[in-house]
Every structure is written in C-alpha cells, then in structure tokens.
C-alpha cells in the first residue's frame, strides 16, 4: 500500500466504474460475443467477480435488457430493447468524448 | 442571421447534452448543457437587441439596446466558458458560492470592450487547448470537430477585440463565430447519424 507523507494510506487515484458503465460494459461483451455470450466470458470481457456478475446479470435480464437463452449451458442474448439502449449509449459516449468528457 | 444561426445550433448541442446528461447522470454533461443553453440564450439576446435597432431604422434613441444585448451575451458567454472550465479543471470549489459572488457585481451596460473580449478570450483559449489535448489523445474526427470549433470562436473573440480598434475586422469576427458553431453542427450530426 503506498502511504503518503503523514503515515495515512494514500487515496487511489482510479475513478470508480458507475453502475452504467458496469452494466454497458457488460453488454458490449454479449455484443462482442454475437449475441450469444457464456457468463464467464461476460466476467472476463467486463472485469468482475462472480458475485457481482450474478447481481447485475438479474438486473439487467430485470431490466429487459438481456435475456438467458440455451439449454444446457447459460448463454445470454441482447433484447430489441437493449440493442437500442447500446446504441443510444454509443452517441451519447461518442458526443461526450468529442468533448473529452467520460461517462 | 449569423447569431440566430449560431444560436440555433447552440441550442442543439445543448440538447443532446441534456440527452447525455439524462442517460449518464455525468455532472460534466450537465454542465455542458447549461453552458450551451447560456451561450444560445445570450447569442438570441444580442441578435434580437440587434435587429429592434435596425427595426426602429437605426434610431439613436434605440442604440442602448446594443449595450444591453452585449452586456447579456457577455455575461451569459462569462458563466458559460466558465462552467465549462470547471468541468474541465474539476475542481470542488462551492459553484454556487461563485455564481453567487458574479450576481453581486454591480450590473452596468457597457459596449463592447477590449477587457470583456480579453477575458473571453482567455477562457475560450483554455477550452481549447482542454480539446486539443483530448483531440491529441483520441485522434478521431468528432474530437477535431470540437477542437476546431472552440479555436474558431477562439479567433472570433480575437477579431471582436481588433474590431474595438479597427470596425474592419467586425464581419470576419462573425464569420469565424458562425464557422465556429458549424463545425459544432458537424460534430452533432456525425455523432446522431444512424449506426
């Protein structure tokens, strides 16, 4: 842990993902994976742990988002809905970055 | 006509900002939002003062409302750069406290002078060495867009302070203004078109 000159630990300097940004990632990876995406290959491709993985995969399946699909093994599909927030997320993030701000 | 262009498009982008803002609940895009709709609104202000004067067949009773349009252009121009300064610098000073302290100048008209467009000027000049560094940084096109825009109305408050000395350089300070807010139109378009 680096410490700073008093002895205290010092604050990370990293900004923390928003929960929007979770949920995006997420989605860019089931994207990514032709729509059809194997959770651990969601929690590599968005970099969280399992607990988080299972939480946020009932969130976004709760929001309409995703959706579960396969028999025997899960694998998680974009809905109509969350193909047209991922691409209105696209040109809300492509405006933001034009300006150099980061959602 | 070019001010109510450029107001339109002013107008634009802060919609999407608005757009941004509601889909990310990102401060910096909020702030982008008010900073545009300020800028828009002092842009409408100044064109509408602008056109009562030549309504009213350039009357010399009437050419107060030139001061009153550029007082509240400058003043809404002053808190939009300033917001977007603070959106970039980030910092946590209290922003009401400073918006507070800016309601307490005592508000006289004046033309436009050489201080107003110098402080313009410096604050358009830090925006846009802020986008240059993002453009530097991302290398696309949007980004060369905003970048271009903000050097234009840069250059735009440059001609409107040799206009104080010379009227010559009036029509080219419009023209780099106008040019400004198209390339912002450019960047809008590029980014709404469909995927």
Same mark, same amino acid.
């Given at each position: 842990? +680096?410490?700073?000159?008093?002895?205290?630990?010092?604050?990370?300097?990293? %900004? !923390?993902?928003?929960? $929007?940004?979770?949920?995006?990632?997420?989605?860019?990876?089931?994207?990514?994976?032709?729509?059809?995406?194997?959770?651990?290959? +969601?929690?590599?491709?968005?970099?969280?742990?399992?607990?988080?993985?299972? %939480? !946020?995969?009932?969130? $976004?399946?709760?929001?309409?988002?995703?959706?579960?699909?396969?028999?025997?093994?899960?694998?998680?599909?974009?809905?109509?809905?969350?193909?047209?927030?991922?691409?209105?997320?696209?040109?809300?993030?492509?405006?933001?970055?034009?300006?150099?701000?980061?959602? | 006509?070019?001010?109510?262009?450029?107001?339109?498009?002013?107008?634009?982008?802060?919609?999407?900002?608005?757009?941004?803002?509601?889909?990310?609940?990102?401060?910096?895009?909020?702030?982008?939002?008010?900073?545009?709709?300020?800028?828009?609104?002092?842009?409408?202000?100044?064109?509408?003062?602008?056109?009562?004067?030549?309504?009213?067949?350039?009357?010399?009773?009437?050419?107060?409302?030139?001061?009153?349009?550029?007082?509240?252009?400058?003043?809404?121009?002053?808190?939009?750069?300033?917001?977007?300064?603070?959106?970039?610098?980030?910092?946590?000073?209290?922003?009401?406290?400073?918006?507070?302290?800016?309601?307490?100048?005592?508000?006289?008209?004046?033309?436009?002078?050489?201080?107003?467009?110098?402080?313009?000027?410096?604050?358009?000049?830090?925006?846009?060495?802020?986008?240059?560094?993002?453009?530097?940084?991302?290398?696309?096109?949007?980004?060369?867009?905003?970048?271009?825009?903000?050097?234009?109305?840069?250059?735009?408050?440059?001609?409107?302070?040799?206009?104080?000395?010379?009227?010559?350089?009036?029509?080219?300070?419009?023209?780099?203004?106008?040019?400004?807010?198209?390339?912002?139109?450019?960047?809008?378009?590029?980014?709404?078109?469909?995927?």
């Amino acid at each position: 842990m +680096i410490s700073d000159t008093q002895g205290q630990p010092a604050k990370p300097t990293t %900004k !923390y993902r928003s929960q $929007l940004r979770i949920y995006v990632d997420m989605m860019y990876v089931i994207q990514r994976e032709s729509n059809q995406a194997k959770p651990t290959r +969601i929690l590599y491709g968005a970099n969280l742990s399992h607990d988080r993985l299972v %939480k !946020y995969l009932e969130e $976004l399946e709760a929001l309409g988002v995703i959706q579960e699909s396969g028999t025997e093994d899960k694998v998680y599909g974009l809905t109509q809905k969350g193909i047209e927030f991922l691409n209105n997320f696209r040109k809300v993030e492509s405006f933001a970055s034009a300006f150099g701000f980061k959602i | 006509m070019m001010e109510f262009i450029a107001c339109v498009i002013a107008i634009a982008v802060a919609y999407q900002a608005m757009k941004a803002y509601k889909l990310s609940k990102e401060k910096t895009l909020l702030y982008l939002n008010l900073s545009f709709v300020l800028i828009g609104a002092g842009l409408l202000v100044d064109a509408l003062s602008s056109f009562i004067v030549l309504l009213a067949g350039l009357h010399r009773g009437f050419f107060y409302l030139f001061g009153v349009g550029y007082t509240i252009n400058f003043l809404a121009q002053l808190l939009a750069y300033g917001l977007l300064v603070y959106a970039y610098v980030h910092q946590t000073r209290n922003l009401t406290a400073a918006t507070e302290a800016l309601a307490a100048v005592p508000l006289l008209f004046f033309e436009r002078n050489a201080v107003t467009e110098l402080i313009l000027i410096f604050l358009l000049v830090y925006i846009a060495i802020q986008t240059s560094i993002n453009y530097s940084m991302n290398k696309n096109t949007n980004s060369m867009l905003v970048f271009g825009a903000f050097t234009s109305l840069s250059i735009a408050h440059v001609f409107f302070l040799l206009y104080t000395v010379k009227p010559l350089f009036y029509p080219f300070a419009h023209i780099a203004q106008l040019f400004g807010f198209l390339l912002l139109l450019a960047m809008l378009l590029r980014v709404n078109r469909p995927s």
